[in-house]
């Protein structure tokens, strides 16, 4: 079992982004949607949990 996190920890999480910046940081850095579109990605990220 996992031991709680503590509060100073969650205080240094980053932000979570939304899938369309999460998008734009990926394209950002140079990843480019050759074996996926932008779109398939999108509904990647937004839809697989596993």
């Known amino acids: 079992m996992e031991e709680p996190i503590e509060v100073t920890e969650l205080q240094h999480r980053k932000p979570l982004l939304t899938v369309d910046?999460?998008?734009?940081?990926?394209?950002?850095?140079?990843i480019t949607f050759d074996l996926l579109s932008e779109e398939?990605?999108?509904?990647l990220l937004a839809n697989d949990n596993d």
């Open 21 to 30: 910046q999460q998008i734009a940081r990926l394209k950002a850095k140079g």
């Open 40 to 43: 398939e990605a999108a509904d």
